[in-house]
């Protein structure tokens, strides 16, 4: 069973593609310590799972295949999911809540303006991620300007995971959809990148999003 167990696991790991795979040990930092994740080979990340999450680490990886898309995987490996966990309710890494700061009636800072509103949507990190995917080398100017981010917060990201764009952008949203808490709707931050400058796919992307 544990071997089963090891294989599947593996399977996964080697499915996805690099950029698929870090991102995936990124969003399992809230669960295992980014130490021991980051250097992590596919193989080894099998051994930390099984160690981890005996019996249910097919389980975890599942809910972390939904929050990249990768729904293909799960039906390919007849994987097991939480289905009592709503797609469009967040999930949170830590299982803390996050601590809000700032005004919590304004998702915005300097250079956005507070969203209306007009859908109550929350943003998921699938959506987060696919934003990120769309976002350039403005994304500091878009966390410095739009989101209200610090410098610092946004080099630290730098830092943390070098040569991955789409981590930097993905974790510069993150940073915001923890602060804002209830109010990372979608409208809340398509109000926000409303006059940032960036591809205007994204806006469109965030429109299609208010009409699911």
């Known amino acids: 069973m544990a071997r089963d ?11 996805l ?14 669960q295992i310590p980014a130490g021991v994740l980051l250097p992590a080979s596919r193989p080894e990340l099998c051994r930390i799972l099984l160690q981890r999450f005996p019996g249910n680490s097919l389980r ?3 809910g972390i295949l939904r929050q990249l898309g990768r ?3 799960i039906q390919r490996f007849q994987l097991p999911l939480e289905e009592q966990i709503p797609e ?6 830590n299982g803390d809540t996050p601590n809000v700061r700032g005004d919590p009636t304004s998702g915005c800072r300097p250079g956005g303006i ?13 959506d987060l991620m696919q934003v990120a995917q769309r976002l350039g080398k ?10 209200g981010l610090e410098r610092s917060r946004l080099e630290q990201i730098q830092e943390e995971n070098p040569g991955s764009p789409v ?22 931050l398509r109000s926000c990148l409303e006059h940032a400058r960036l591809d205007p796919g994204i806006l469109d992307f965030l429109q299609s999003l208010q009409g699911d």
Do not use: C, Y
């Open 167 to 188: 981590l930097w952008n993905f974790q510069m949203l993150r940073e915001w959809w923890q602060r804002e808490r209830q109010d990372a709707t979608v409208s809340q």
């Open 114 to 126: 507070p969203a209306p509103p007009v859908n109550p949507r929350r943003l998921t990190e699938k």
């Open 5 to 15: 167990e090891r294989v599947t696991l593996l399977e996964v790991h080697l499915a």
């Open 60 to 62: 975890v990886i599942a």
């Open 138 to 147: 403005e994304w500091q100017e878009v966390g410095i300007l739009h989101l």
């Open 17 to 30: 593609p690099e950029e698929q795979f870090q991102s995936l040990k990124f969003l399992l930092e809230g």
């Open 71 to 73: 729904l293909d995987l």
């Open 88 to 93: 469009e309710i967040p999930w949170e890494p």
